[in-house]
């Protein structure tokens, strides 16, 4: 069987099994191509000229366990191939932490213009990655900005040596820490970008998602109450741990009118994606002082 023909196929079985399709991408045939390219280790890049390879049998049973399991057991696609790809880079990825997903990859990409100015006197020399599970984001911030120190902070300790294989992989340890921490506690150093993903599904919502998310640490998605705790509890924090004319970038998800209407008197920038995503602000140090 050609490979185009295999995805198509896939793509219609999981529309078929009514698969949930919320870890990396928002449809069936993107999450076929991620599962076949990813479990034969082809380059995505080069995905338009592999589309009449030739699948051989190992290759197809190989793949049809990879399926079985991904309806089956509603198993993520990147926990079954124990990687993925974000912000264009591969990590490690398993049930200690989060299947990596958020927006934030192209503020990355984009090198979080204009908040910083292109050129290595507008960059970010210090940066946290808080509530960072496998250190996806700041791992990648420490690829954009070749000078930059980034630390990375999770209360799991599972997330953190998770994170610390991802810093491994890419052989950042000289300017990449992972660290265990309950938000900033124990953190001392004071940075000029900070970006937090903290858990921010309520109960209610927990109960609702798909059978797919009952794989991931309930850790990282439950956000108290209304899903905004925590993220109420870093705002009330941040000032300190940031430079003068630094920033914090929260996502809240769905939880962004939650977090307004705990802080009324904020005037919160919500950003902008061309690539899909929402509820992500970002805040100043002298915001997030007279939050405090």
């Not at 099994?17 to 890049?45: S, W």
């Amino acid at each position: 069987m050609r490979l185009q023909s295999y995805i198509e196929h896939l793509a219609d079985r999981l529309a078929g099994a009514g698969v949930h399709c919320g870890h990396g991408v928002d449809n069936v045939h993107d999450e076929a191509v991620f599962l076949v390219f990813g479990a034969l280790d082809l380059d995505f890049r080069r995905s338009i000229a592999q589309q009449d390879r030739k699948l051989e049998q190992d290759e197809i049973e190989r793949l049809e366990k990879l399926v079985l399991a991904r309806i089956g057991r509603r198993a993520p696609t990147a926990y079954l191939l124990g990687k993925t790809w974000f912000a264009g880079h591969e990590f490690i990825c398993d049930s200690r932490a989060l299947v990596p997903r958020s927006p934030i990859a192209e503020l990355i990409g984009n090198g979080f213009e204009p908040l910083f100015e292109p050129g290595s006197a507008g960059e970010p020399g210090a940066v946290l990655d808080l509530c960072c599970g496998g250190g996806c984001i700041g791992i990648a911030c420490a690829l954009r900005f070749p000078a930059c120190r980034v630390d990375l902070a999770d209360i799991s300790p599972e997330a953190r040596d998770l994170a610390r294989e991802n810093v491994r992989l890419h052989g950042l340890e000289e300017r990449v820490s992972a660290l265990q921490t309950d938000l900033f506690e124990g953190l001392n150093s004071r940075y000029d970008l900070i970006l937090a993903n903290p858990p921010y599904v309520s109960p209610e919502e927990i109960a609702q998602l798909p059978d797919e998310y009952r794989h991931e640490p309930a850790l990282g998605l439950d956000g108290g109450t209304d899903g905004v705790d925590i993220a109420e509890r870093l705002l009330k924090q941040a000032a300190k741990r940031l430079n003068p004319g630094g920033w914090l970038i929260l996502e809240t998800g769905y939880s962004a009118t939650q977090l307004e209407n705990r802080f009324p008197n904020t005037n919160f920038l919500w950003l902008e994606f061309d690539h899909g995503g929402a509820g992500v602000c970002a805040l100043t140090a002298e915001q997030l002082r007279e939050m405090a």
